[in-house]
């Protein structure tokens, strides 16, 4: 097989603040989904599915544990000896050391391994968002029209569009005008923040930005904005699928019970598109004598002596005799004691939950606990909120 | 951790459990909803930090081979160190001889070059979590020559095996080696693990081989008793040695049970239990589906009602379909309204829908791989 020619940059350094206690220790590209995936995981096969062999991935925000998780990027099979996977945190050097500033400047700081990669196409990703997409498709959509840039978009509601970026483009797919976050949209074609960029376009105009002191230093913000100015060919490359952003207690919760129904609207079990993770070399889960489980997904290494419904169930989960879980997502590692009661949640890693213990917000709001939280009997109204409070 | 131990696992002395496949070697049997046999013992040398590790191949590997290959899921795919496939040498394959003896000699190189002070010796039909860093402590405080691994039989056994004769002053010296038809209940009954030192491994082997002896229990340890200081150490965990069918059933079924999932799967972070790595989605649970006492693995989507059993990766369970006491391979599917009791269904077959297949814990129903019923 030969070298893929095309570098993708993952933006891993996203704090995720609307998430709260989930994302308070750790970058929102390493929050869990859809019991036993990280975000980062869908960019990352989409790359290795793709045929992409050289990875960067950006991080900043509290990037232990998503370094540790990413390690050589063997897990998605990003360890080729033609390429590899590579953490590329803020780093010290003759001009000082920066914190990334933007998106933009996150790519300028590193455009030295930009350039010892030396592909010519520059994929640059986000990991936040949950999908799956043949970058290479996309690629050829880039070759095709002799783009120099290239934004992955996709079609959202009309009455969702000025939450986005918004690409008016004209048959051909050629962009003519971007409108961020516009009161009024001429276009429901929104920016997945994915692009491709030619090496040498994306060298030269990140080099501008960065010497331009007005600037956000932000790919959508300032260097598109130039780029379609100064008339470089932009092209939309229109995706189709399911996409989604879970950065709300609310939209997370939400992604995961979408995997529950019938035909789930994201496919993790396509034998051809295979969605990767750091394996954790748990066995099979066991369904006690008394426990049971309905509408659910529920992973290696869980012990499900309750009974659960309409719930995702992470590896390591213990439920005991009594306990019922119902439309909730449990973290790995929690333990639920006989009799607890939760309903409508999601618990953070290692929780722990005493006996009888109820957990269930009364306004029908999603209820959240964070890593290694505990909830006794003793503590009957919880009001732990979703977003808002947190 | 870095032990002074190289690891030997012989897979030439394993019979293929025929019922269920009479050409896949034991060590590839699927067991326990995602592993093969030989997860445990390979699983059980690395976690004692064991990072030699030679596997005397059979005739019939490709599976092995297929299964392990770089052995990165056990953390062997090392420089230099690492796993060591060994097979037979074409004067065996043309000239069998009996025994372990031949096969040990011809790869006293291997022993040699890895240059450790001890070897583990073992098969690979045993299903344990078991410490051989332990053992080896054991082995070096009392000084010996060769440990061999035994465990106090519970009950009756209608089967042969070596029983040790310990000594009652309590040093755990072994004093006899007696190989009998019937193992009875509180008979010390050897393993199929050894601790050797190996000077004293290759020394034996070479004599042994040049007096056209067979076998190491018998024609060595059993012989030299008394010159050579072999003991016993017993093994208190659980430990069930796959040679039937009726042993694969129990075994598979007994790890339904929370206590020995526990100990045997999940007992702690270095003591994992390795295979490879499926990528699988989490098992999928659908409104009408009615599961209870099983084990299920990653990958499977389950719409009927499964009680007693073992759901390998990727099994699909159709609507309205019973399985009771069955163990299903990897890929299987079961479909709509299918009837299975005391079945043990080999990997990518297909159960048509209203199929009814039902037997007893005395008689149960194998059916081969990739085969539609």
């Known amino acids: 097989m030969k070298k893929s020619n095309c570098l993708a940059m993952i933006l891993a350094g996203g704090k995720g603040s609307r998430l709260g206690v989930l994302t308070k220790d750790q970058a929102k590209p390493g929050l869990l989904f859809g019991g036993k995936y990280r975000i980062i995981d869908f960019p990352l096969s989409n790359c290795r599915n793709s045929g992409i062999d050289t990875v960067g991935i950006l991080t900043q925000y509290q990037p232990l544990e998503l370094n540790w998780y990413i390690g050589n990027g063997s897990s998605w099979n990003l360890d080729s000896n033609r390429g590899g996977t590579y953490v590329l945190p803020p780093y010290q050097s003759d001009g000082g050391s920066n914190w990334y500033r933007g998106t933009a400047d996150a790519i300028y700081q590193n455009l030295n391994f930009v350039d010892m990669v030396g592909d010519d196409y520059v994929l640059i990703l986000s990991g936040d968002h949950i999908y799956s997409m043949d970058y290479d498709k996309m690629l050829n959509f880039h070759k095709k029209h002799k783009a120099q840039v290239t934004i992955g978009t996709i079609r959202v509601p009309w009455d969702e569009a000025s939450r986005f970026g918004i690409m008016v483009a004209d048959e051909d797919m050629r962009i003519n005008k971007f409108q961020e976050k516009p009161a009024q949209p001429e276009s429901n074609l929104a920016s997945m923040g994915i692009y491709i960029f030619d090496r040498k376009v994306l060298e030269d105009y990140l080099r501008a930005d960065a010497k331009d002191e007005k600037s956000e230093h932000d790919f959508g913000k300032n260097v598109i904005p130039t780029m379609l100015a100064d008339k470089v060919p932009l092209y939309a490359y229109p995706f189709e699928g399911y996409w989604k952003d879970v950065g709300t207690i609310d939209s997370l919760w939400q992604a995961n019970m979408d995997l529950l129904a019938d035909e789930p609207p994201i496919n993790l079990r396509d034998s051809k598109w295979r969605i990767y993770s750091g394996n954790q070399s748990f066995p099979p889960h066991l369904i006690g004598p008394n426990g049971s489980a309905k509408s659910s997904l529920i992973a290696e290494g869980s012990e499900i002596l309750g009974n659960v419904s309409n719930s995702v169930i992470f590896y390591g989960v213990t439920i005991k005799e009594g306990a019922r879980v119902t439309n909730s997502v449990i973290m790995p590692g929690t333990v639920i004691e006989e009799n607890a009661v939760i309903d409508k949640a999601i618990l953070g890693e290692r929780c722990h939950i005493y006996p009888g213990a109820v957990l269930r917000n009364e306004d029908g709001t999603v209820a959240v606990l964070g890593r290694k939280a505990q909830l006794k009997e003793e503590q009957p109204e919880v009001t732990v909120k979703g977003e808002d409070s947190l | ?373």
């Open chain 2, 1 to 373: 951790m870095n032990s002074n131990m190289i690891g030997l696992i012989n897979m030439r002395e394993d019979r293929p459990l025929k019922e269920i496949n009479d050409t896949r070697p034991l060590a590839t049997l699927p067991i326990g909803g995602k592993y093969r046999l030989i997860d445990f013992t390979l699983s059980n040398m690395v976690n004692a930090g064991i990072e030699n590790v030679g596997l005397m191949l059979s005739s019939q590997s490709r599976s092995v081979l297929d299964h392990i290959r770089s052995g990165k899921e056990w953390g062997l795919a090392h420089k230099g160190d690492g796993l060591f496939y060994l097979p037979e040498e074409r004067v065996d394959i043309e000239n069998p001889v009996e025994g372990d003896i031949a096969a040990y000699y011809r790869n006293l190189i291997f022993i040699r070059r890895a240059n450790k002070r001890y070897a583990l010796l073992s098969g690979c039909d045993m299903v344990q979590n078991i410490d051989y860093d332990e053992v080896l402590h054991f082995h070096r405080r009392h000084n010996a020559d060769v440990t061999l691994i035994y465990q106090k039989q519970q009950y009756d056994f209608n089967r042969e095996g070596y029983v040790l004769t310990i000594d009652t002053d309590c040093t755990d010296r072994v004093r006899a080696i007696d190989s009998k038809m019937e193992v009875k209940a509180g008979d010390n009954l050897y393993q199929r693990g050894i601790i050797i030192d190996c000077d004293v491994l290759q020394d034996c082997i070479r004599r042994a081989y040049s007096k056209g002896y067979n076998h190491l229990i018998t024609d060595v340890f059993q012989r030299n008793v008394d010159r050579l200081r072999i003991f016993g150490y017993n093994y208190q965990g659980y430990a069930k040695r796959i040679d039937s069918l009726q042993s694969y059933f129990e075994v598979n079924m007994d790890l339904r049970d929370s206590r020995i999932w526990h100990e045997l799967l999940l007992k702690d972070l270095d003591h994992r239990i390795y295979t490879k790595i499926k990528d699988e989605a989490p098992a999928k649970y659908m409104e009408e589906s009615h599961v209870s006492n099983s084990l299920v693995a990653n990958g499977c989507i389950i719409e009927g009602r499964v009680e007693n059993s073992i759901l390998f990766r990727r099994v699909r369970v159709g609507k309205n379909a019973v399985i009771r006491n069955s163990i299903i391979m990897q890929h299987s599917v079961i479909g709509d309204d299918a009837q299975l009791d005391y079945v043990v269904c080999d990997k990518n077959s297909v159960i048509q829908p209203e199929a009814v297949l039902q037997r007893t814990a005395d008689d149960l129903l194998c059916i081969g791989k990739c085969s539609v019923r």
